[in-house]
């Protein structure tokens, strides 16, 4: 598929269903791009594609499955938002550092594929709000689905959650007290079953 160039291709791209609930138009929506009157579509929609479904069935599905609707706050990012949101610091990386990740259709430097999207879950945000409750959640992930990286943050429990083709399988905090690295492999109880951290949080 080539780049979108009008708006009825852009509305074919937006129909792309990319797993049972989620269709590709669910993604393109940028604050950063409404503000600054920029196109956030992406240049190789064929590999945005593939790295999106992967996310989708993988870990928003079942994240879904498990815990209700699930809120996108910002996911796909073009290189060109994504270079503006950096240069003006807007909490976006360099682009080097969010191709597959936050930037879908650009593999990274080793040539791998991957994707990310910046969500919040409802049903625990609104019942888990007193400080550290977000390694429920993040520990819950973690022994349940094949997460790439977390990054979690302060407001609401928001946090990146991301798919790649070859794991990190780290948890970052950018929550007040709690900020750094929750776990990575090779870190003591990286591997255990954090149950007994989790238990209980799934909605009745």
């Not at 852009?10 to 669910?26: A, K, N, P």
Request: charged share 25%.
């Amino acid at each position: 598929m080539r780049k979108p160039q009008t708006v009825a291709a852009l509305t074919e791209l937006g129909r792309v269903q990319l797993s049972r609930s989620f269709f590709m138009r669910d993604f393109l929506y940028s604050d950063i791009a409404a503000v600054h009157g920029l196109s956030n579509v992406p240049d190789d929609p064929d590999l945005a594609i593939a790295a999106g479904t992967r996310l989708c069935e993988e870990l928003l599905e079942p994240l879904q499955d498990a815990f209700g609707r699930i809120a996108i706050r910002s996911a796909y990012r073009s290189a060109e938002v994504n270079a503006l949101g950096h240069s003006k610091n807007y909490n976006c990386a360099p682009n080097e550092r969010n191709y597959a990740y936050h930037i879908w259709d650009r593999r990274d430097a080793k040539g791998h594929m991957g994707a990310a999207a910046s969500i919040v879950v409802p049903s625990f945000a609104s019942r888990f709000d007193q400080p550290g409750d977000w390694k429920r959640l993040a520990w819950w992930i973690h022994d349940n689905l094949p997460y790439a990286t977390m990054e979690f943050f302060p407001v609401r429990w928001a946090f990146n959650l991301g798919w790649h083709e070859h794991p990190a399988r780290a948890i970052m905090s950018h929550v007040p007290n709690d900020r750094g690295l929750l776990t990575k492999p090779g870190m003591a109880g990286h591997d255990d079953d954090h149950r007994a951290e989790w238990e209980g949080i799934l909605p009745a």
